[in-house]
């Protein structure tokens, strides 16, 4: 079965760096895009980045970009999203996407705190 497993959050001090990684399986990794979403406490879940199958597109919410970078590694079936110069307002839950067969899977989130 499709199995997303994200890992990597953490808390990190304004203008910090982290790299999140997402481990799938279950699936032909290398056919599918895969998107980094975030929910804050309260808030509804936003799309963050998403990446097609090979990587040649990427797109970004305006929040994020210029500080955010999605890849991934089809050898090793798995999405990254490196943040840099994180802010506050960037602390929340993030989960990878993916969406096989019609049907959207979510990971379990890592979550991301972001504090002086």
């Known amino acids: 079965q499709v199995q997303l497993v994200e890992s990597g959050g953490g808390l990190v001090q304004p203008g910090g760096s982290l790299r999140l990684s997402c481990a799938a399986s279950?699936?032909?990794?290398?056919?599918?895009?895969m998107s980094w979403y975030r929910q804050a406490p309260g808030k509804e879940r936003e799309l963050v980045a998403g990446?097609?199958?090979?990587?040649?597109?990427?797109n970004y919410a305006d929040s994020t970009k210029g500080r955010f970078t999605i890849s991934r590694d089809n050898a090793k079936n798995t999405v990254y999203l490196q943040m840099n110069n994180l802010a506050p307002e960037d602390t929340a839950v993030y989960y990878c996407?993916?969406?096989?067969?019609?049907?959207?899977?979510w990971g379990q989130g890592t979550q991301v705190s972001v504090s002086p």
């Open positions: 996407r993916a969406v096989v067969s019609g049907r959207p899977y």
């Open positions: 279950g699936f032909t990794f290398s056919s599918y895009g």
């Open positions: 990446i097609t199958p090979t990587g040649g597109y990427r």
